[in-house]
């Protein structure tokens, strides 16, 4: 009897030893993850601005066509619809179409979240943040039909411009960019 | 048998026209300033069923479109603890509706809901839309989402809309409380003086 304890000891102890080798193993893989990760991040740059500093993307008068898409990382419509934007952006180059990316992330997110999404996801459009918390200021300034859900989309040319508070397919993101075209 | 046929047909005819009509109502038709809301029959994460005219001594109510993934709807659930702890004796009473459709946002279905409200400890009902039939008629269209109803002798006549106050980061940074500013003013017999202020935050989910 005794002997039977002492064989479900020893090996309920080997049993733990294994288990924690595991998972160190598997911490110091996670750092190093991490730790590429930050790496890769840092070549990531993010211009930040508050609305103020931000406007000048809306009111640009140099004959291009600006397609100014408001998402968040946390948002699953906006990264549901990105690449229909990173494809617009491709195939339009060419006929002086932009696609600007305005992340509405939270700034203490932005090294965290933000910044390894945009190295993981490629993204080639340009992506700046937007963020002032005095939202009903500029809401209204953006669109005064906007109730505030992203995502949302602004697209100008000069002083013709549309805005949409919807989700986009590629075929209805086109749609709207040959209007401006022709 | 003929007249089961035509029954039959009217009936698909009749669903089908209203399915469509509920896919095109937009949302953003909703209630204006001044309008009498309907009431409604919402279900309560504790079971019950929860409707505006349960209420027969309050002076209004805080209706809140919330829920629990969207991380705005997040950051202010503590402010809308607070808004129903100072103000349901006063007579305006929160109530919150979670309008999203759960095969979507699994993390808002009924049990996540429970757990939710159980977590943070909420002090007021927490009601599923689940057919989505209540934030269309409020124009609800995002979470979290607030409007100020005052009870009146000819209904729940709508008194603010928009959002709970001017900073979602920092409560402590906040320079305009919306929300309470407007309440104060209905329990001073005064008008509002903002009725209607915008903020981002998450599509509902439909």
């Not at chain 1, 990760?37 to 500093?53: F, P, Q, S, T």
């Not at chain 1, 195939?91 to 910044?115: A, G, M, Q, R, T």
Request: glycine content about 4%; overall charge positive.
């Amino acid at each position: 009897m005794k002997l039977k304890v002492l064989i479900i000891a020893i090996l309920l102890t080997f049993g733990c030893v294994n288990k924690n080798k595991k998972t160190e193993v598997a911490i110091e893989i996670s750092k190093m993850k991490v730790a590429t990760h930050h790496n890769n991040i840092k070549n990531v740059d993010l211009e930040i601005y508050d609305y103020a500093g931000f406007e000048k993307f809306l009111n640009k008068q140099d004959d291009k066509i600006y397609v100014i898409n408001f998402w968040a990382t946390w948002c699953a419509p906006c990264v549901k619809e990105l690449p229909y934007f990173e494809k617009l952006n491709e195939s339009y180059k060419s006929k002086n179409v932009e696609v600007i990316l305005v992340s509405l992330d939270f700034p203490h997110l932005y090294e965290k979240k933000l910044k390894p999404f945009i190295k993981e996801k490629q993204l080639k459009s340009k992506v700046i943040a937007l963020d002032d918390a005095d939202m009903n200021s500029w809401i209204p300034k953006v669109d005064k039909s906007w109730s505030g859900s992203i995502p949302a989309t602004v697209i100008y040319k000069n002083n013709e411009r549309k805005f949409f508070e919807q989700s986009f397919t590629y075929k209805e993101l086109e749609t709207e960019i040959k209007h401006f075209l022709n | 048998m003929k007249k089961t046929i035509k029954l039959i047909s009217v009936l698909t005819i009749v669903i089908c026209v209203s399915a469509f009509t509920i896919v095109n109502s937009n949302p953003s038709n909703g209630y204006k300033i001044g309008d009498v809301a309907e009431d409604f029959l919402l279900k309560n994460i504790d079971g019950n069923m929860v409707a505006l005219s349960d209420y027969k001594d309050v002076k209004g109510f805080i209706i809140t479109f919330t829920c629990n993934t969207c991380p705005y709807a997040v950051m202010y659930e503590d402010r809308i603890i607070d808004l129903n702890n100072k103000y349901a004796s006063k007579g305006y009473p929160v109530i919150a509706i979670m309008p999203n459709d759960t095969d979507i946002k699994p993390g808002d279905n009924f049990q996540a809901m429970k757990a939710r409200a159980e977590s943070k400890g909420f002090t007021f009902p927490y009601l599923i839309d689940e057919a989505q039939s209540v934030y269309p008629k409020f124009g609800a269209t995002k979470t979290p989402h607030i409007f100020i109803l005052q009870k009146t002798l000819k209904g729940n006549v709508v008194k603010y809309i928009g959002a709970i106050d001017d900073n979602y980061k920092d409560a402590s940074a906040v320079n305009t409380k919306y929300a309470e500013n407007a309440i104060n003013a209905l329990l001073e017999g005064k008008e509002v003086k903002q009725t209607e202020t915008k903020a981002i935050g998450c599509s509902i989910k439909a």
